[in-house]
């Protein structure tokens, strides 16, 4: 007749839970500070950093969209791959 199980393992696997759960509530509490913080949008100027267009246009709210973007990343790399052919 086959065992289904001892007290041991039952044990094992209670006090085993137990130290799961303990982590996870520290880390949790350690957590739910920020987790608090990110929920609540705020906007934050960005400082000037020498590229006054992008700032500005962070603080506006006025940023390209993602097929905008990848135009104007597509001619800077032309660009600089006609420079690399000059220079070559």
Known sequence: ????????????LI????????????AWHRLAPTAID?????PVAVEDHGETEASDAVNA?????????RQETDKHAQQVGD??????
Do not use: N
């Open 38 to 42: 990110v929920g609540h949008a705020r």
């Open 1 to 12: 007749m086959a065992r289904r199980g001892g007290s041991v393992g039952i044990a094992i």
């Open 15 to 26: 006090v085993t839970m137990a130290i799961v759960l303990i982590l996870v509530s520290r």
């Open 61 to 69: 709210g006025d940023l390209p969209d993602l097929d905008e973007m």
């Open 83 to 88: 420079a690399l052919s000059e220079i070559e």
